[in-house]
């Protein structure tokens, strides 16, 4: 079972995206899974095949700004919530996907959940993973500080910070081939980390926050929660408190596991994962 790479143009940005064709045919819908900060779409490689497997369509795209898509300079593109939707809404309609489940982790999956509130006549239900999604989640200072003043430029320009951040957030050592397909973007343009100190200085958390904790409320599709309990930056309160909050919605805990769940744990995701999003356009 492969992973194939595609590049798409939509608005003037090329979106690369990695995708897991069904086996044979298939009426059920596609899932598109949103990666979070400092990663990109190569964090579910695991994950889309066992998809696929059961006939599951699964794309999973690079944010512009990460990975392999486009890296456009902030006076083109404000690497805002806002924008971000914006974008991503372009790339689902060229992709013509009419109706999907949404899968989102991390501090980008944010966005991912602010584009579904404002779309919601396209999401068939939703799975979260270790997203920010109270207005208790800060952003933590691991990441904060690749936002400062001076010393955000520094910090964002050094591949090793991808090591640094996705083995800090999940705990566990990542192998070095793996590594490698995380930095290679940062070791082939300063462009990379120029879009990441964009995004993080203008990711209007609390106000995003905000409009999930209170969008929520209304949701009508399920929701399922597949939360790493040793998450360093986003503890299971966060997750707690949404539950409480949100009709339709199970908290599943996941015992040793960190912030980069599909990282170490994809097996213990899937076991869930598959049977809630094996859903026909009914």
């Known amino acids: 079972m492969s992973l194939t790479e595609h590049k798409i143009t939509v608005d003037s940005l090329e979106w690369f995206?990695?995708?897991s064709a069904p086996i044979g045919r298939s009426d059920l819908l596609p899932v598109v899974l949103l990666h979070g900060l400092v990663s990109q779409s190569y964090s579910w490689r695991n994950i889309m095949p066992a998809l696929a497997q059961q006939g599951t369509r699964a794309i999973a795209p690079d944010w512009i700004g990460?990975?392999?898509?486009a890296k456009p300079e902030k006076r083109d593109f404000a690497y805002t919530p806002d924008t971000f939707v914006t974008a991503l809404a372009g790339f689902i309609k060229a992709l013509e996907l009419e109706r999907f489940s949404l899968v989102v982790q991390g501090f980008l999956g944010s966005v991912g959940l602010q584009y579904a509130l404002r779309h919601p006549e396209q999401i068939a239900n939703i799975a979260i993973l270790n997203t920010p999604i109270s207005?208790?989640?800060k952003l933590p200072w691991k990441i904060k500080q690749m936002g400062l003043p001076l010393a955000g430029e520094m910090i964002t320009q050094d591949p090793l910070l991808v090591d640094r951040t996705l083995e800090g957030g999940s705990r566990y050592r990542i192998e070095d081939q793996d590594l490698d397909v995380y930095r290679?973007?940062?070791l082939?343009?300063?462009a990379t980390g120029r879009s990441l100190l964009a995004s993080i200085r203008n990711l209007q958390l609390d106000s995003a926050m905000t409009e999930i904790a209170s969008g929520f409320q209304q949701w009508q599709q399920p929701i399922l929660i597949q939360w790493g309990m040793i998450d360093p930056w986003l503890s299971i309160d966060i997750a707690e408190?949404?539950?409480n909050s949100v009709p339709n919605t199970e908290l599943i805990k996941l015992n040793n596991v960190g912030h980069y769940p599909q990282?170490?744990?994809?097996?213990?995701?899937?076991?869930?994962?598959?049977?809630?999003?094996?859903?026909?356009?009914d």
């Open 241 to 243: 408190k949404f539950v």
């Open 263 to 281: 990282e170490h744990y994809h097996k213990t995701i899937l076991e869930d994962l598959l049977p809630f999003v094996r859903r026909t356009n």
């Open 184 to 186: 290679q973007p940062f």
């Open 188 to 190: 082939k343009a300063s």
């Open 135 to 137: 207005t208790t989640a």
């Open 17 to 19: 995206y990695r995708e």
């Open 66 to 69: 990460y990975g392999f898509s």
